[in-house]
């Protein structure tokens, strides 16, 4: 099975375009204040005007308040929403909309009782733990955690063009999610970096 992929934190047009060019399969929008790579409603629709078919737009939230969640929805065309906090199954499923949950995985964490718990959820999100911080540390985990359950994984944390190939043939998962490996500075996207990125997935 193809592994997808999924290129986080885009914040210029040029940057979405090229990523549906060289076949990102969606891209994640964040609309999480904090982060470097957060941008608005309006920004947004820029962003995805254009964007070509059969790409999916995913929206980033962490522990939002329902009516941000609510906007989004008014006012933009997206396909799946991403929760990266501390959100309960219900308030995740309460949209009616496809979502993914980000699991930060550390000591302990039981993925099957996730999965149970998150049971209307389309995936979720394998990311790295770093007090202080929902995402986007860089790092990679420990991928001998992962355990197989019952629905499918996206595998995120630190990957890059140098250790996807590596992290398909161990976790197998059903995508992959980058943000900062493929960037030239924090929110920019390497075109370079994007395309030698999609070349190992494609390879693995």
């Given at each position: 099975m193809r592994t997808r992929?999924?290129?986080c934190g885009i914040t210029r047009q040029q940057d979405a375009d090229f990523a549906a060019e060289s076949g990102a399969d969606a891209i994640g929008l964040v609309f999480y204040p904090p982060s470097p790579r957060a941008i608005s409603f309006a920004q947004a629709n820029t962003i995805t005007a254009n964007l070509a078919p059969f790409v999916s737009k995913v929206a980033l939230f962490v522990d939002p308040d329902k009516d941000l969640v609510s906007r989004c929805l008014d006012e933009l065309s997206v396909d799946i929403l991403q929760f990266h906090g501390d959100e309960s199954p219900d308030f995740c499923h309460q949209f009616e909309m496809p979502y993914l949950k980000a699991v930060r995985m550390r000591d302990g964490v039981n993925l099957q009782e996730v999965a149970d718990d998150y049971s209307t959820a389309s995936a979720l999100l394998l990311d790295t733990y770093q007090p202080g911080l929902p995402g986007g540390t860089g790092k990679t985990f420990d991928w001998s955690q992962i355990s197989r359950i019952d629905k499918p994984i996206i595998l995120a944390g630190g990957l890059h063009a140098s250790n996807v190939l590596q992290a398909i043939h161990q976790v197998q998962p059903y995508a992959v999610d980058?943000?900062?490996?493929?960037?030239?500075?924090?929110?920019i996207k390497s075109h370079e970096k994007i395309s030698t990125f999609m070349r190992e997935v494609a390879n693995a």
């Open positions: 992929v999924k290129i980058v943000s900062g490996g493929v960037e030239s500075d924090k929110g």
